[in-house]
């Protein structure tokens, strides 16, 4: 049995976007990033340019918490991956198969967000 990931060491990181209209008429985004372990929010952040929104929740989280040794992406997450790798960072990019097994409690939220909202969306 493999051991659990320490608190912090590993995150999710996902984005949806909203079925609702901005002011500016654009769909918003939601970033999120999500440990691992604790399955805590750490961090989420809206607006209307996806990478933008992932780049900023992801800056927030770590300047915030520290660096995670491994971050998990599904494959439509706009992440720099040889950036994050030089300061240490690994990406795992997962397939779909896997993404949907690992993903599953970040989309939980997703969906909870959008009932709450009253609203939809793709993921």
């Known amino acids: 049995m493999r051991p659990s990931p320490a608190h912090g060491s590993r995150w999710l990181i996902d984005v949806a976007t909203l079925d609702a209209a901005m002011r500016d008429g654009r769909r918003p985004h939601v ?14 952040q809206v ?4 990478e933008l929104a992932v780049m900023t929740a992801l800056r927030t989280a770590v300047r915030g918490s520290g660096a995670p040794e491994l971050i998990y992406v599904d494959s439509g997450c706009p992440l720099p991956a040889k950036a994050l790798a ?7 990019v997962m397939g779909a198969l ?26």
């Open 31 to 44: 970033a999120v990033v999500m440990d691992v372990a604790t399955r805590r929010i750490i961090t989420s």
């Open 47 to 50: 607006g209307s340019d996806r």
């Open 86 to 92: 030089d300061l240490g960072i690994r990406v795992e």
């Open 98 to 123: 896997q993404a949907a097994c690992r993903m599953g409690p970040i989309e939980r939220y997703f969906n909870s967000l959008r009932v709450t909202l009253g609203i939809g969306g793709a993921a």
